[in-house]
């Protein structure tokens, strides 16, 4: 039995964050929450533009984040939000205590790659994934699972790891 906590899927676009994050919450009967959802339309019409978000850009979508995770702890809840940065996993850790993990997805370049160029229909252009890897600082104290396996069996793998 998984606690009751708000768990973070992090990872470049592309590494399966919403598919997982979704079945996740879905097995764990947690509330879903995609951070995608929260960000501020000049955000989007940025990144739809083939243009990279700064830290002054995430600032107030990660507070807004971190806000839904304080809201939801009683609950728990799946938060899907790449956290590349130490800095932003810092902000949408902050009054969670120890009520929060990070779960980390994690794949190469190439794989990821492949997925974005086959995906329709999302603001992020697959240009951008060098960006997002170039931004990433791999977290220590996150559950590392490889997606270089089902959906499935990633989240039995995260839920086994928790």
Request: proline share 4%; net charge negative.
């Amino acid at each position: 039995m998984v606690k009751k906590q708000i768990l973070f899927l992090m990872g470049v676009s592309g590494s399966g964050k919403s598919t997982i994050g979704k079945l996740l919450a879905d097995k764990l009967q947690f509330p879903f929450f995609d951070g995608d959802s929260f960000h501020p339309e000049a955000n989007v019409k940025k990144m739809k533009e083939g243009h990279p978000l700064n830290d002054d850009d995430r600032q107030g979508w990660l507070e807004k984040l971190n806000e839904v995770g304080i809201e939801n702890l009683s609950t728990g809840a799946v938060i899907v939000c790449s956290s590349l940065k130490q800095k932003y996993r810092t902000i949408l850790g902050k009054n969670l205590e120890n009520n929060h993990q990070f779960v980390y997805l994690e794949g190469s370049f190439e794989l990821i790659d492949s997925r974005l160029r086959e995906r329709k229909n999302h603001y992020m252009p697959a240009g951008l994934l060098q960006s997002q890897f170039d931004d990433l600082e791999t977290p220590l104290d996150a559950l590392t699972v490889s997606i270089d396996q089902t959906p499935d069996d990633i989240v039995n793998d995260i839920i086994e790891k928790l």
